[in-house]
C-alpha cells in the first residue's frame, strides 16, 4: 500500500516569501502521479500542480513549482512571491498506476498561512 | 459552468435517519469517486466508478451504498447515519488516461453533521 507523509503539519509565511511544503511518499510502483491540492476555508479542492513519475523535469505553474527526487521518494512545493490568497490547507496526493482512474492517496495536510 | 455539483452542500440529520447526496458531473469524464473528509481534514477514498461499474470499494460499512445510474451521476446513499459519519464528503470525477487527462476534479462538498 502506498503512504504519502507530510511532516508540517502548520507553516506560516510573510507575504511575498517564498515557502516550501514538504511530501514523501512510499511505493514499489513504477509508474504513478503525484499532485498537490489546495483546499482553502471555502473547502472547495483545487488542483495547484501536477507531476508524472516517468517525467524528470520538475512541473512549474506560474509561481507554484516542485522538486520531485524520484530516488528520495521527495516531492516538494515551492510557493514563490506567496501571495494572502495562497493561505489554504495544502495536500499531497499520490495516485499510482497508468489508467488514470485509480484511488488518490492524499497526506495528512499542511496549513499554510500568508500574513500580510 | 458547473464541473462537477453536488447536492445538498449541506445537510444535518439524527441519528439513525436515511440520507442521499448526490453528484453530477458535465466533463464527460469516465470515472466517478466519493472521499470522505473527516474532522482532522484527512482524506480517504470510500468509492469509484467507471462506466457505471464498481471498481473501488474501500473498507466502508455496509450501511453506505454508491449508485451510478449513468456515468455523468453517482449517488451515495447512507442508510442508518451515526454520529461517527458526519464529516465532508466530496465527490470527484477523472477521465481515463487514454485521454491523457487523469487530473481528478472535485467537486464543492458535502458537509453531513448526524446529531
Known amino acids: 500500500a502506498q503512504t504519502v507523509t507530510q511532516s508540517q503539519p502548520e507553516m506560516s509565511v510573510q507575504e511575498a516569501e517564498t515557502v516550501t511544503l514538504s511530501c514523501t511518499y512510499d511505493t514499489s510502483e513504477s509508474n504513478y502521479y503525484l499532485f498537490w491540492y489546495k483546499q482553502p476555508p471555502s473547502r472547495q479542492m483545487i488542483l495547484v500542480i501536477r507531476?508524472?513519475?516517468?517525467?524528470?523535469q520538475n512541473a512549474t505553474e506560474n509561481r507554484f513549482s516542485v522538486n520531485f527526487q524520484k530516488a528520495a521518494k521527495s516531492f516538494s512545493l515551492k510557493i514563490s512571491d506567496s501571495q494572502l490568497g495562497d493561505t489554504a490547507m495544502y495536500f499531497c496526493?499520490?495516485?499510482?498506476?497508468?489508467?488514470?482512474?485509480?484511488?488518490?492517496?492524499f497526506g495528512t495536510g499542511t496549513r499554510l498561512t500568508i500574513i500580510p | 459552468d458547473t464541473a462537477v455539483s453536488q447536492t445538498p452542500k449541506y445537510l444535518v440529520t439524527q441519528m439513525g435517519n436515511d440520507k442521499s447526496i448526490k453528484c453530477e458531473q458535465n466533463l464527460g469524464h469516465d470515472t466517478m469517486y466519493w472521499y470522505k473528509q473527516d474532522s482532522k481534514k484527512f482524506l480517504k477514498i470510500m468509492f469509484s466508478?467507471?462506466?457505471?461499474?464498481?471498481?473501488i470499494n474501500e473498507t466502508v460499512p455496509n450501511r453506505f451504498s454508491p449508485k451510478s445510474p449513468d456515468k455523468a451521476h453517482l449517488n451515495l446513499h447512507i442508510n442508518s447515519l451515526e454520529l461517527g459519519d458526519s464529516a465532508v464528503y466530496f465527490c470527484a470525477s477523472s477521465q481515463d488516461l487514454v485521454a491523457f487527462t487523469y487530473e481528478q476534479y472535485f467537486g464543492p462538498g458535502t458537509r453531513l453533521t448526524v446529531t
Open positions: 466508478y467507471n462506466n457505471k461499474e464498481l471498481i
Open positions: 507531476q508524472e513519475a516517468y517525467k524528470q
Open positions: 496526493a499520490f495516485m499510482r498506476g497508468m489508467n488514470g482512474n485509480e484511488k488518490l492517496t
